[in-house]
Every structure is written in C-alpha cells, then in structure tokens.
C-alpha cells in the first residue's frame, strides 16, 4: 500500500499552505499509478490499463502556448514537476501540471487541495458538487474553488486555492491558482482568461509521466534537505474484521476499504497529517452529509462520544438523518489525523452500529 504522507511531502503539526512545492506530492501520485494495480469497484478506485510505451520528453511550450496577462512573470521558484509556473502581482502563484487521467479523476486529488489550504477531507458526492463546469482551449473541463479558515502567518486573508482542469487523452492538465484570498479574487479574471485564450498543442495529450517523474526526483535529492518532522510517522494498525463487511481493494488514500448492507454501507480507514481541519470542521461537514444542522464550539459535546481507540483518545461522532448516517471517529495519533467512518443510507448503516464499535475496539497500533 503506497501512502502519501502530506501534499508536501512532509509530516507537519496542522495542514499548512504549500503553494510553490507541488512536485514531490505530484511523484507520489504518479507513483501510484507506474507501481500500483489498483482494482475498480470503489468510488476511489483506480482502474489500470497497459501504459504504452512512453515518447520522448518535449519542451513545456511543444503542450501548450499562451499569452501571459499583465502582472504575471515566469517564476524562479517552479517545481520540475510543473511545465510552467508563474508569480501574479498581489503574491498570488500560478502553475500548470499535468497528471495522467487514470489518478487524476479521483477524489484523492481534490482532497489534496483541500489539505493545502487546511481544509478536511469530502467524499465523492461533496467533490462532484464542489465541481463547476468552465471551457479551457475550447475543452470542457471542472473548476474547484477552496478557501481556508485562518490566515497563514504574513497575511491577511485565509488561503485560497483555485484550481481548472480539462483531460486529453491520457493526460489530466491542472491549472492552479493559489495565494491569499484577497490576491486571488485580485487574479482570478485574468485566470479564467488565461485559461480560455490558450492552446493546446498536440504533444498535450501524450506525455512521458515515467521521465517527468525521474526528473522531479532528481530535483528533490538535490535540493537542501527539510527539517525532521516533530515524531516518527505512526505505522498502520491492525483491526478485525466484522463477519458482516465485505473487504474491499485499498486505494491511494483509503487504507481499509469495507462495505457492509449488501454493499450499501461503505466503511473507511484514512490517515491524514496534521488536525486537517479540526474537530469541529469535521463534526459538521460529517453532519451536513447526513442532513443535519451544524453546531459551534459549546454544542460539540452534545453531539460526540469520547471513546478509546488502542489505549489513545479519540471521538465518535453519530450524524443519522432521515436518509443518510454516518458514524465517524477523529483519532490523533502523532503528527497525524486517523478517520475512521461508516456511512450510506441510514437503513444500511445504523444495523451496523454494533460492528462498527467492535470494529473499534479491535484497531492496534504497533508499540
């Protein structure tokens, strides 16, 4: 199982904004699918194909050509994973990165840009929702649009990420703009024209992941080290599993992957760095997917249940509407968030209650 550990690359205290160091996370993904078979049959799934044999790499501009609108300049500081990048008056950071389109369909990606403006993880129906339809080089493509709680040190505005893309042939290209939400709402008409006014080039819809992805990894070993994070990464745990749940294929991001209720039911284990969002952004993000009001800081106790999972704290959340529950637990282990969660019609998850908690009870962590 290939984990990504954070969209950086790094292990830190809470999801911080990462805007000029895409690369390492962007090898991650491409690892994914060069070394993985990941079946289909989830929502999350990545279904593999033969890759055909790579062509030779080409120059950024034989992919695209465009004209840069005013107040932006290529950037000093690009990733060798981004064809281009460029610095936008205002502080606000553009870059052009291209994926290959069996990952980059998955919600994973979209939860990863989530995570660099601090945000919690959504699941597949939040993330197609969240989704809004624009035209680039006459394509159609998806724009998303994040915006995070708390400013980052040295600005004003929470982080805001904005990020377009369009899939040609095997190739997904994402074009994303991100900064302070002040200097993005400052850029974002000469990004929706940037992207509207540019042209793809033949070369965009095959491109060789395998040389891009050595080239990126070159890059990372010669730039100066990162600090050690705070405490060694925790290794994944054990659990049984109920006789009741089916044992689903894991995928980039789920390391348990269940189903119960004639399938129904679908139960997840995930881990992700820093408190990705805190307690209560995800007591009412789990709420509003069950149909149910969100509360504040006072009225969190009433809605949880603090619980033990291999001898730490960790809390319970119970979101049952009329149509739709979900019984979630936020764990902090170390540098990192564990979720743990069951969710789907409420006639298929509450019967599953019993199980989920025994499920609970059997999860260890090594010593």
């Known amino acids: 199982m290939f984990k990504i550990t954070s969209p950086s690359g790094f292990c830190v205290e809470k999801p911080k904004p990462n805007y000029k160091r895409d690369g390492i ?17 989830t929502d999350d799934s990545v279904s593999m194909q033969t890759i055909p044999k790579p062509k030779a790499p ?11 609108p005013d107040g932006w300049k290529a950037s000093s500081n690009a990733s060798p994973m981004t064809t281009h990048s460029f610095d936008a008056t205002g502080g606000a950071f553009v870059t052009v990165i291209p994926l290959p389109a069996a990952v980059a369909g998955t919600t994973d990606i979209v939860n990863l840009w989530r995570q660099q403006v601090g945000l919690g993880v959504i699941g597949q129906e939040e ?33 805001r990420i904005v990020t377009a893309s369009t899939t040609l042939g095997q190739v997904t290209w994402f074009f994303k703009l991100s900064g302070s939400a002040d200097a993005i709402e400052a850029q974002l008409e000469n990004f929706t024209q940037f992207l509207t006014r540019l042209a793809f080039q033949p070369g965009a819809s095959t491109i060789d992941f395998q040389s891009l992805m050595q080239e990126a990894q ?8 990162p600090p050690p994070p705070s405490a060694p ?51 009412n993000r789990w709420r509003g997917q069950s149909g ?56 298929a998850v509450t019967p599953e209650n019993a199980a989920f908690r ?10």
């Open 25 to 41: 996370f962007i090898v991650s993904l491409i690892l994914i699918v060069m070394t993985l078979e990941l079946s289909s049959g």
């Open 58 to 68: 080409q120059a950024s501009d034989q992919y695209l050509k465009f004209a840069l």
């Open 127 to 159: 993330a197609a929702k969240a989704a809004k339809s624009i035209t680039i080089s006459g394509q159609p493509g998806s724009i998303y649009d994040f915006t995070g709680e708390t400013p980052i040190e040295g600005q004003a505005k929470p982080p």
């Open 218 to 225: 070159r890059a990372s070993r010669a730039a100066p080290p």
């Open 233 to 283: 990464a925790v290794a994944k745990p054990t659990w049984t599993v109920p006789v009741s749940w089916e044992e689903k294929a894991p995928t980039s991001m789920r390391l348990g992957n269940f189903t119960a209720g004639a399938g129904q039911a679908e139960i997840t284990v995930m881990t992700f760095p820093g408190e990705v969002g805190g307690l209560l952004a995800n007591v």
């Open 292 to 347: 149910l009001p969100p509360v504040d800081a006072d009225g969190l106790a009433d809605v949880t249940q603090q619980v033990t999972i291999s001898g730490t704290p960790a809390t319970l959340v119970e979101a049952v509407g009329e149509k739709t529950a979900s019984y979630s637990v936020f764990h902090p282990v170390g540098n990192a968030t564990w979720f743990y969660k069951i969710s789907g019609p409420s006639e």
């Open 358 to 367: 025994a499920f609970l009870e059997s999860i260890q962590f090594p010593r």
